[in-house]
C-alpha cells in the first residue's frame, strides 16, 4: 500500500506565503508525476500544479507566477511553495501521485487534503 501525508496549511493574511508538503510513502518503486489540486467551497476540484519526475512543471493561470511546485525524488516528496496568497486561494489542497509499486503495477493515490484559508 501508498501514502500521501500533506502538512503546511494553516490560516494566512492576504499578500503572505505558506508552503506545502506531501510525503509518498510505502510499497513504491517510482513516483511518476505528483499533482496539487484544491477544492473551494461551491466550486469543483480544480488541478492547480503538476510535475513530472523529469521536473518539467505545469500550472492553472490561475496561479502561475505565484506558485512553485518542486519535488524530492529521494524522499517522494513534492512541495507547493505559494507567495502572493489571494482570498481565492481559499481551499482544501490534495496531492495526488501516480506510483509504480514494488509490484510494478501502477495506481494513483490521494493525499487527506490540508486545508488554506487566505483572510485578514
Known amino acids: 500500500q501508498v501514502q500521501l501525508v500533506e502538512s503546511g496549511g494553516g490560516l494566512v493574511q492576504p499578500g503572505g506565503s505558506l508552503r506545502l508538503s506531501c510525503a509518498a510513502s510505502g510499497s513504491i518503486f517510482r513516483v511518476n508525476a505528483m499533482d496539487w489540486y484544491r477544492r473551494a467551497p461551491g466550486k469543483e476540484r480544480e488541478l492547480v500544479a503538476t510535475?513530472?519526475?523529469?521536473?518539467?512543471?505545469n500550472y492553472a493561470d490561475s496561479v502561475k507566477g505565484r506558485f512553485t511546485i518542486s519535488r524530492d525524488n529521494a524522499k517522494n516528496t513534492v512541495y507547493l511553495q505559494m507567495n502572493s496568497l489571494k482570498p481565492e486561494d481559499t481551499a482544501v489542497y490534495y496531492c495526488?501521485?501516480?506510483?509504480?509499486?514494488?509490484?510494478?503495477?501502477?495506481?494513483?493515490?490521494w493525499g487527506q487534503g490540508t486545508q488554506v484559508t487566505v483572510s485578514s
Open positions: 510535475i513530472i519526475s523529469g521536473g518539467r512543471t
Open positions: 495526488n501521485a501516480d506510483v509504480t509499486k514494488g509490484t510494478l503495477t501502477r495506481s494513483t493515490y
